[in-house]
């Protein structure tokens, strides 16, 4: 299939990248060596983090792709991923993975072949819409499988086996946007007490995750969370309120988790974000 393509490009015929994947974004060579230039690396990585455990509504769904998939950038690479615990057959898993090229500086320009650049030019033209495309499908299935049923929720494992991928990443600008609760379950400590969310304390609580050694080291990303505290469609029909004092500790604790673990909590959406990556 990759020869398929790059003939194609090569020969200057337009082609259509499929939107369910026939020729997959991730498998498509990037457009500099299908135009036979010099790679040049990412400038920017993004990870985005599902959380299964955590049900959205639809127009948080919506919002969260859109901020996604906003990203979409040159010079980017972009990974999506989703947790729950890791108990529970829903285990941290990678869903996509990839890069769009940057652009070719106005100066290198002109001492390049006009065929080489409407090569280069062409492919990232229809990359871009069919990575935005491909993104949107894959966040969209993951949201789509969370279940309120799963009875835990390894929030601070998953963080730090993803933030391992953040951290090796070559990209000089990283962030991490995540969509989840942010309500720990685990066996480190649970933000839970009697089947209702509790009111908890972050300094005891960072106490204990100290304790644990579950601080991870994000290499100096910024972060965006979306979906804190979220109440689901089920808990909002029981009557299920989240307190503002509960919130108010919920983001001190993330805040100083992310700090400790080499990140700045740039934005703690409760549940809405209100800003773009930036």
Known sequence: MRNT??????????????LS?????S??????AIAKLSEKAADRFILIAVDQTTVSDANLMTKFIRIATD????????STYTFSAFSQGKYLSEGFSATLDAAIPEKERYEISKKTLSVFDRCVMQKAPAMTKQIQENLSQSMQQAS??????DVMLSLDELAKVVRSHAANSKHVLVF????????????????????????????????AGMFADFG????????????????????????????QELKAFWTEWFKRSNAELVEFGAPEMLGEIK
């Open 21 to 25: 994947s026939a020729i997959a974004v």
């Open 27 to 32: 498998d498509m060579p990037s457009c500099s």
């Open 5 to 18: 393509l790059f003939s194609l490009l090569i020969a200057g015929i337009t082609i259509a990248l499929p």
């Open 71 to 78: 990203g979409v950038q040159p010079a980017t690479a972009v």
């Open 148 to 153: 309120g049923n799963l009875v835990k929720s």
């Open 220 to 247: 100096g990303a910024k972060v965006y969370v979306m979906g804190a505290g979220l109440v689901s469609e089920q808990g909002k029909a029981k009557g299920v309120y989240r307190d503002p004092k509960m919130m």
């Open 180 to 211: 989840s609760d942010m309500l720990e379950n685990s066996t480190i400590t649970s933000f839970y007490a009697s089947n209702a969310v509790r009111k908890i304390d972050h300094t005891k609580e960072l106490a204990l995750v100290e304790k």
